[in-house]
C-alpha cells in the first residue's frame, strides 16, 4: 500500500508536498471522527458522556500530541475556515434538525419557543454586549471599537443546541426536551440573522432612524429567509408530486431532495439573507410534504442520510475546535498577559450566566401567566434546567467569532486574537463542565419517576409533554385519533390560540396545500412492486 501511495505521489497525482500533507491531514482527520464515534458507542451508557464531549477532548489530547511532535510550531492538523463552516457543514445540521422536528410538538409549543429563541436571544444579546463595553473599557485588550463589543453579544448569544440534544433526553425529560431544543434552533437562527444585520449597521451614526432601519433589517432577514424555505420545500414537494422519480428511479428523487436543499440555503447566502433560518424552515416543509411524495424506500434512505450527515458534521466541528484550542498562533499573542487572557474569558462566561438569567426567569414567568393548567406551566426547578442546558456555547460561536476576528482563519491583531482564545476558552469550559453537569443537575432538581409507558406512544394533542423529536412516521398535523374540537367564540382564540390556529391551519392543509403539493395520503408506489400490489389487491 505504502509503495502504490509512493508511485501516486511520483506520478504526479500527488506531487508537491503540501498535496501529500493535505492527504495525511485528512487521513488522520477521518481516523479521528471514527475513533470519535466508536468510543462515543462505548461511553453511550454512561448517558453524561456524549459524542460532543468526547470529539473535544480527543481534539484537546491530538492537539497535545501534534504540538509535541510538531515542537510547538503547530497543534491542528486542518486551518479553520468559517467558509467550510458555513457552507458544507452547518446546512446538515440545521437542516436535519428541521427535517426531523416533531411539527406538532414544535408549534404547539411556538410562542413558548419563539419567546425564549428571539426575544431571549435578543436580551441576552444587550446583556452580554453592555456589560461587555463596560468591563473591558479599562482592561488592554487592544483596540475593539463599539461595533466588536456588539458582536461579541451575538456571538455568545449562540447557545449549542446540539450538545444540548445530546444530553437531555426525551425520554427522561419530555418538555425540558423540546423547549431547550426548540429554543436552540431559534436561537441559532436568531444570532446570526442578528450578528448580520450588525454588520450593515452604521455605529457612526447611530440615531432613531438607524435604529429604526436596524430592527427593519433584522425582521426582513427573518420573514424573507423564513419564506424562501417555506418556498423552496414547497417547489420541491410540488416537482417530486408532478414528475414522480420513483416509478423510474428512487436515486433521482433522494438527490433531487438533497440538492433543491442545499440549494435553499445557497439561495439565502447569495441573496444576504439567514440560511440557517431558509434550511431549517426547508426542512420542516420537506418532511410535511416532499417527504410523503417520494417512495417508501427513498424516505428511509433520505431519513437516515440526512442524520448521518448532521452528525458527522457535528463531531467534526467538536474534533476540530478541540485542536484549534491549542493554537500556538493565537495564543502567542496572549503569552506577554495571561491574567488579561484569563479574566476576558472569565468576564464571558459570567455574562453568558447573566444574560441566559435575564431572560429564562422573567419570561418564565410570563408564560405561566398565560397559562391555567398547572401542569404546562413552568416550575422553578425546570427554569434552573433551562437556564442551565442553554449555557453552552459550541460550533455556531466559534464560526461567529472566526468570521469576525479572523481572516482565513489567521489573525496577527492582538485584541482580535484574544477575542478568538477567549471564545475558544468559553466554548470548551461550557461545553465539557456545564454539558457533564447537566445529567445529576437534571436528577437532583427533578428525580425520575418511571411513567406507565405513556411517553412511547403518541401523546394527545392536550399534552405539552410529548418529545419535539420522533420518527417521520408520527402523526404529525393529521386529525387521526386526536381531533382538535372547533373553536366556538374569540375567547377561544385568546385562551387558546395555538389550538386554534392549528385548527384552520389543518382545515387549510387538508383542503388547499395538500390537493397541490401532495403530503399524508399520497403515497406514491413503483409498478410491481408490494406496496402496489397491497392496494390493487384490497380493490
Known amino acids: 500500500m505504502g509503495f502504490e501511495l509512493g508511485t501516486f505521489v511520483r506520478s504526479g497525482i500527488l506531487s508537491t508536498t503540501s498535496d501529500h500533507a493535505s492527504v495525511v491531514s485528512i487521513n488522520l482527520f477521518i481516523a479521528l471522527l471514527c475513533a470519535c464515534i466508536v468510543i462515543g458507542h462505548l461511553l453511550e451508557e454512561t448517558k453524561w458522556m456524549n459524542e460532543s464531549i468526547t470529539a473535544l477532548i480527543l481534539g484537546l489530547c491530538t492537539g497535545v500530541v501534534i504540538l509535541l511532535t510538531t515542537k510547538g510550531k503547530s497543534s491542528h492538523i486542518l486551518v479553520f475556515s468559517e467558509d467550510l463552516f458555513f457552507i458544507y457543514l452547518l446546512p446538515p445540521i440545521i437542516f436535519n434538525a ?13 410562542m413558548t419557543i419563539t419567546l425564549f429563541g428571539a426575544i431571549g436571544t435578543l436580551i441576552s444579546f444587550f446583556t452580554i454586549s453592555f456589560g461587555a463595553i463596560w468591563l ?116 433521482r428523487e433522494v438527490a433531487l431532495m438533497m440538492l433543491m436543499a442545499y440549494l435553499s440555503y445557497m439561495l439565502a447566502e447569495l441573496l444576504d439573507l439567514s440560511g440557517i433560518l431558509t434550511v431549517f424552515f426547508c426542512g420542516i416543509v420537506m418532511s410535511h410534504y416532499t417527504w410523503h411524495n417520494v417512495t417508501e424506500s427513498s424516505r428511509v434512505t433520505t431519513k437516515h442520510a440526512f442524520a448521518t450527515l448532521s452528525f458527522i458534521a457535528e463531531t467534526f466541528l467538536f474534533l476540530y475546535v478541540g485542536m484549534d484550542a491549542l493554537d500556538i498562533e493565537k495564543w502567542k499573542f496572549t503569552s506577554d498577559s495571561p491574567a488579561n487572557s484569563i479574566g476576558v474569558s472569565a468576564i464571558l462566561l459570567s455574562l453568558v450566566l447573566a444574560g441566559r438569567a435575564a431572560f429564562v426567569f422573567p419570561l418564565s414567568f410570563l408564560s405561566n401567566l398565560t397559562k391555567r393548567n398547572p401542569d404546562e406551566k413552568i416550575s422553578f426547578r425546570k427554569q434552573i434546567i433551562i437556564w442551565w442546558a442553554g ?149
Open 391 to 539: 449555557l453552552m456555547r459550541g460550533a455556531v460561536s466559534i464560526a461567529l467569532a472566526y468570521n469576525k476576528f479572523t481572516r482565513s482563519g489567521h489573525t496577527e491583531i492582538r485584541g482580535n486574537a484574544i477575542m478568538i482564545t477567549s471564545t475558544i476558552t468559553v466554548v470548551l469550559f461550557s461545553t465539557m463542565v456545564f454539558g457533564l453537569m447537566t445529567k445529576p443537575l437534571i436528577n437532583l432538581l427533578l428525580p425520575m419517576r418511571h411513567s406507565s409507558g405513556n411517553n412511547s406512544e403518541p401523546s394527545s394533542p392536550k399534552s405539552l409533554t410529548a418529545p419535539l423529536l420522533s420518527s417521520l412516521n408520527g402523526s404529525d398535523l393529521e386529525i387521526g385519533e386526536h381531533p382538535l374540537n372547533r373553536p366556538s367564540s374569540i375567547r377561544m382564540l385568546l385562551t387558546k390560540p395555538a389550538k386554534t390556529v392549528h385548527f384552520y391551519w389543518r382545515k387549510f392543509d387538508d383542503a388547499v396545500m395538500r390537493p397541490i403539493f401532495g403530503g399524508r395520503g399520497f403515497a406514491p408506489y413503483v409498478p410491481g412492486s408490494p406496496i402496489e400490489q397491497s392496494v390493487h389487491g384490497g380493490d
Open 136 to 251: 473591558f473599557k479599562n482592561m488592554d485588550i487592544g483596540d475593539l471599537d463599539i461595533g466588536d463589543m456588539l458582536a461579541i453579544g451575538a456571538i455568545f448569544s449562540a447557545t449549542d443546541s446540539v450538545c444540548t440534544l445530546q444530553i437531555l433526553s426525551q425520554d427522561d425529560t419530555p418538555f425540558l426536551y423540546s423547549i431547550v431544543f426548540g429554543e436552540g434552533v431559534v436561537n441559532d437562527a436568531t444570532s446570526v440573522v442578528l450578528f448580520n444585520a450588525l454588520q450593515n449597521f452604521d455605529l457612526d451614526h447611530i440615531d432613531a432612524s438607524q435604529l429604526f432601519k436596524f430592527v427593519m433589517n433584522f425582521f426582513y432577514l427573518f420573514i424573507t429567509s423564513t419564506f424562501l424555505g417555506v418556498f423552496a420545500g414547497l417547489l420541491s414537494a410540488y416537482i417530486i408530486k408532478k414528475l414522480y422519480f420513483g416509478r423510474h428511479s428512487t436515486d
Open 98 to 110: 428541521g427535517f426531523q422536528v416533531k411539527k406538532k410538538q414544535f408549534f404547539r409549543n411556538f
